[in-house]
């Protein structure tokens, strides 16, 4: 199964126009100036769902000003558009044992907030997904692994490779800084497989360092109610999600490691979610400090807020920081 790896933004409520189009565009396009070759590969545009489809095209183009005239002058909260793209990667070749520019598919979608279903997509996955195919190619194969393990003369070159291919996965981390730049996002996550939460996000950024106490209350309420991260609908939302309680559904990750790790976390958001107050204020000073200083996360301070990423994203979570802000809230209130 080929799993993706995602990006949405959140934009207090709003959705992005035509200006914000062309700037999504130019920040993929940057990812790709080492390369001639064609960057954007095709497009498409929908009014209302994926059955209207308004306009299609292959240009294969470097230009971003090509993909915007093909683009209507007015979008509309009821438009989706999608154009797919490419990112550079770099890959292992197991004929040669030696390392390989890749060119991969990545998809930037925009979402109007009245685009699909009761606004499906916008209350999902927010006004921009991107969407990069696929999570596998920012992993590091076996084979690299284990002849890194073996003390002759080819160990020191599989080790390079071993730090060159887990670099790969800062092509979308320095996507996200881009995006954080020109947008200005109230939040920020970088996740797979569709899995939006905080538990189950490689890198997550907010505005406000306060809205890091804040998903304690919505991990929480995920796992106890069900809904969605950062939008409230009911329970007969086509985008409502079950509680995480029932479904134990806790990020492939963990399934995959087996049935332990998923009891494992749902035991302890359990005990979490019966000691937490919800609404509890944490000091902004203690909430930097507890992120800078958690282990298995790296945390960069922009302006008021953070950018915390797991350390070996895109193959773990940002995990360990909540739970210790569980705790620190945990003794704030008693």
Do not use: C
């Not at 109007?112 to 921009?128: A, D």
């Not at 596998?136 to 080819?154: L, M, S, T, W, Y």
């Amino acid at each position: 199964m080929s799993r993706l790896l995602h990006l949405s933004f959140w934009l207090d409520g709003r959705t992005i126009d035509r200006d914000g189009v062309e700037q999504l565009l130019e920040a993929v396009a940057a990812q790709n100036r080492a390369s001639d070759e064609a960057i954007f590969r095709d497009l498409a545009v929908y009014d209302g769902d994926l059955s209207n489809v308004i306009q299609t095209s292959r240009p294969l183009t470097n230009r971003v000003e090509d993909i915007m005239a093909y683009l209507p002058r007015n979008i509309s909260d009821s438009m989706a558009i999608e154009v797919a793209a490419t990112y550079d990667s770099v890959g292992y070749d197991d004929v040669s044992q030696t390392l390989v520019q890749n060119k991969r598919r990545l998809v930037a979608k925009r979402f109007g907030s009245k685009y699909g279903w009761q606004g499906l997509y916008f209350n999902s996955f927010g006004p921009v997904r991107l969407d990069w195919y696929a999570t596998k190619n920012f992993g590091v194969p076996i084979e690299v692994v284990e002849a890194a393990k073996h003390p002759d003369r080819a160990h020191r070159n599989f080790i390079a490779m071993i730090e060159a291919l887990r670099r790969n996965y800062s092509g979308p981390l320095q996507m996200a800084r881009e995006l954080i730049e020109l947008f200005n996002p109230r939040h920020l996550v970088i996740y797979s497989d569709l899995d939006l939460h905080p538990l189950t996000a490689h890198t997550i950024y907010h505005r406000e360092i306060d809205d890091f106490a804040r998903d304690l209350d919505a991990i929480v309420a995920l796992h106890e109610k069900g809904g969605l991260y950062f939008t409230t609908v009911s329970p007969d939302d086509p985008a409502f999600v079950q509680p995480r309680r029932v479904t134990a559904n806790y990020g492939y990750l963990r399934s995959e490691l087996g049935p332990d790790w998923v009891e494992e976390i749902t035991t302890r958001i359990d005990l979490a979610a019966a000691q937490h107050r919800a609404g509890v204020e944490l000091p902004p000073d203690e909430i930097r400090q507890l992120l800078t200083d958690t282990p298995g996360a790296t945390t960069e301070l922009l302006g008021n807020g953070a950018l915390v990423t797991a350390t070996d994203a895109p193959f773990d979570y940002v995990e360990e920081p909540f739970l210790r802000l569980f705790a620190l809230a945990s003794q704030t209130v008693h």
